[in-house]
T-cell receptor, first 114, second 116 residues
Framework: GESVGLHLPTLSVQEGDNSIINCAYS??????FIWYKQESGKGPQFIID?????DKRQGQRVTVLLNKTVKHLSLQIAATQPGDSAVYFC?????????????FGGGTRVLVKP | GAVVSQHPSWVICKSGTSVKIECRSL??????MFWYRQFPKQSLMLMAT?????????EQGVEKDKFLINHASLTLSTLTVTSAHPEDSSFYIC????????????FGPGTRLLVL
């Protein structure tokens, strides 16, 4: 069945460097994707989203890239800070007909080294 | 915007008792809310979709008589874990649909349940 998966389970990054988190999805019909950040003991926090009619979207220190040809998403965090240490999930919205349910990837843990 | 709260943030109960968890949308009306559970180092697992004024829709394998969901208002959904057992210990998280087009899920802070 459709799924959203991640390539790297853990990413260690030096403070100040850029981070790149990757995600693959399998449903070519999906048109809405979201990245969430989850800190330990907390609920997921919305970071940024992107629709399939875009290939790039920028937020504050974050950029999401969408490559529909290879069904790949990435989240780039610029100048990674200690507060960025968390687990990051990509999520695929299954559409209104499916009640806007989400399919989550397995998560990537980002560890920021001082 | 799109703030969701949960209460309690953590609860410890004895086996066999029931526990109610509240999920509130604070700055938006949520006709649809979702309930998830999450085990350590794992992703979120959808348990059910809660619709205001109607019965919840449960995912395959989730016992509706064990996990009772009530969505009586546009800002409140409750999950009651009935006759809780140690295997029900988990992190329970709710979300509400908000944003433009009401298709973005915003999550609550979660409720840690420990059943002794």
């Amino acid at each position: 069945g459709e799924s959203v998966g991640l390539h790297l389970p853990t990413l260690s990054v030096q403070e100040g460097d850029n981070s790149i988190i990757n995600c693959a999805y399998s449903n070519s019909a999906s048109d809405y994707f979201i990245w969430y950040k989850q800190e330990s003991g907390k609920g997921p926090q919305f970071i940024i989203d992107i629709r399939s009619n875009m290939d790039k979207r920028q937020g504050q220190r974050v950029t999401v890239l969408l490559n529909k040809t290879v069904k790949h998403l990435s989240l780039q965090i610029a100048a990674t800070q200690p507060g960025d240490s968390a687990v990051y999930f990509c999520a695929e919205n299954m559409g209104g007909a499916a009640g806007n349910k989400l399919t989550f990837g397995g998560g990537t843990r980002v560890l920021v080294k001082p | 915007g799109a703030v969701v709260s949960q209460h309690p943030s953590w609860v410890i109960c004895k086996s066999g008792t029931s526990v109610k968890i509240e999920c509130r949308s604070l700055d938006f009306q949520a006709t649809t809310m979702f309930w998830y559970r999450q085990f350590p180092k794992q992703s979120l697992m959808l348990m059910a979709t809660s619709n205001e004024g109607s019965k919840a829709t449960y995912e395959q394998g989730v016992e509706k008589d064990k996990f009772l969901i009530n969505h009586a208002s546009l800002t409140l959904s409750t999950l009651t874990v009935t006759s809780a057992h140690p295997e029900d210990s988990s992190f329970y998280i709710c979300s509400g649909l908000a944003g433009e087009g009401r298709e973005t899920q915003y999550f609550g802070p979660g409720t840690r349940l420990l059943v002794l």
